[in-house]
């Protein structure tokens, strides 16, 4: 009885110290946005600035290389709404395919497609490299956008659980109305998918959002650069760097990420549990 007194105090006690632990990298860096730049490593140890330094905001804002910073987060916008489309249309719909059609060799592709999963992304770098410029595509959004398009496995594997499932009754009975495969896809499954579409697309706005590796290989031009690689170039390693308007402009960075979670937390959780079920 003792136990189950203490029992409620002790756990919440807890999560509260592990989310302070978690969140406080994050508070160090909204603090260090209001301290000037040559004062936040040496007043490292302390977390709130002697001087709150508003002007870093404004300074971030105003952007580098000759734009302001709306410019970068225009660009990265543009970028994550055609990926996060294209990728959440492709693997639903591939998904469609693995879940419910019957075709030589399915089960093959499907544990091919899994072993995408363990394949390190460095290792086809360069042979994409190759290839896009080959196309004549660098300096441009094709490259990070277009390979979205043709599916993502991660995204695949949870909407094949989900489509599993799905009684296919409802498949037979649409089939009985008349509906064919794409009818059957767009009118039936693709509506019942709505929890692994909103997961898919938060995971997806979260990975191109944070992509810095993509941007740097293929854009060349700063009117194209993205928002991580504008915060990049705050730093310079031959004279001082800003570092005051680099956290301003990353807590900038992080609203639209953080606004994202608490408006479809709930579907992050849904999908993945109802993804993990398997009719």
Not at 54 to 80: C, E, H, Q, R
Not at 87 to 116: D, E, P, Q
Request: charged residues 15%; hydrophobic residues 55%.
């Amino acid at each position: 009885m003792a136990w189950k007194t203490i029992k409620w105090p002790v756990y919440h006690l807890f999560a509260i110290a592990l989310a302070v632990l978690m969140l406080y990298p994050v508070l160090w860096m909204l603090m260090s946005s209001f301290k000037e730049s040559r004062l936040i490593f040496v007043t490292a140890e302390s977390l709130l600035p002697d001087k709150w330094v508003w002007s870093n905001y404004a300074d971030g804002w105003k952007g580098t290389a000759g734009y302001p910073f709306m410019t970068y987060i225009w660009n990265s916008l543009v970028i994550v709404v055609l990926s996060t489309i294209g990728a959440v249309l492709s693997s639903s719909l591939i998904a469609f395919g693995f879940a419910r059609l019957s075709f030589r060799g399915r089960n093959l592709w499907f544990a091919l497609m899994m072993v995408t999963l363990m394949l390190p992304h460095d290792v086809v770098l360069v042979p994409q490299y190759v290839i896009f410029t080959k196309l004549g595509w660098l300096n441009s959004i094709a490259p990070i956008v277009v390979p979205q398009f043709f599916g993502i496995p991660f995204f695949i594997f949870l909407m094949v659980q989900f489509i599993r499932t799905i009684p296919r009754e409802l498949d037979e009975a649409a089939t009985i109305d008349g509906c064919g495969k794409l009818r059957l896809y767009a009118r039936i499954i693709l509506p019942l998918l709505r929890s692994s579409l909103a997961t898919a697309a938060i995971f997806s706005f979260y990975w191109r959002w944070e992509d810095l590796l993509g941007p740097v290989l293929y854009l060349n031009s700063p009117d194209k650069y993205t928002v991580s690689m504008a915060l990049k170039m705050f730093l310079d390693s031959e004279s001082t760097s800003n570092w005051g308007a680099m956290f301003a402009m990353s807590i900038v960075s992080l609203v639209p990420v953080i606004a994202l979670f608490f408006a479809f937390q709930k579907h992050i959780v849904q999908g993945m549990a109802t993804s993990g079920l398997k009719g």
